[in-house]
Every structure is written in structure tokens, then in C-alpha cells.
């Protein structure tokens, strides 16, 4: 009887982009997180904008509102 050979599977990502998320998660934890513009409240780094969380959705429903009253003007 002969003993099976253990079967070599290859990576299913590439090294390469596998050492590039790692970085990007690296350097997203070592960064202060910013402040925010409106409470100074602390801000995610990935967004674009430099609003909290709380700012932002209030910016966000504001937008809504607004979207809401135009027909009514015109």
C-alpha cells in the first residue's frame, strides 16, 4: 500500500496584494484619528469628509429635508 503524497495548494490571492492590504491596515491603526469639523468628536479615517459619525448622519437627513421641500417652493 502506498502512502498518498500531501497535495501543495497554491495561494488563492496573490502575495503581492496580500502584503498591500496588510500594509493599509497598519497604517490606518498607528494614524491619530482626526477631529471632527463641527463637535471635534473623533472621526474614522477612511471617510473623505471630516465629520463624526453623528455629523455626518445629520448632514445626510438635512440633505433629505431639503430634497423634500424643494418641489413645494417652486
Same mark, same amino acid.
Do not use: H, Y
Given at each position: 500500500? +502506498? ?12 502575495? #503581492?496584494? @496580500?502584503?498591500?492590504?496588510? &500594509?493599509? =491596515? ?8 482626526? +477631529? ?12 473623505? #469628509?471630516? @465629520?463624526?459619525?453623528?455629523? &455626518?448622519? =445629520? ?16
Amino acid at each position: 500500500m +502506498k502512502r498518498k503524497m500531501p497535495f501543495k495548494s497554491e495561494p488563492v490571492i496573490a502575495p #503581492e496584494i @496580500l502584503e498591500q492590504a496588510k &500594509r493599509s =491596515l497598519a497604517t490606518d491603526s498607528l494614524g491619530k484619528p482626526a +477631529k471632527c469639523s463641527v463637535c471635534g468628536a473623533d472621526t474614522s479615517l477612511g471617510s473623505g #469628509e471630516p @465629520l463624526c459619525w453623528v455629523c &455626518r448622519r =445629520l448632514k445626510v437627513s438635512a440633505w433629505r429635508d431639503n430634497e423634500q421641500q424643494m418641489p413645494a417652493q417652486e
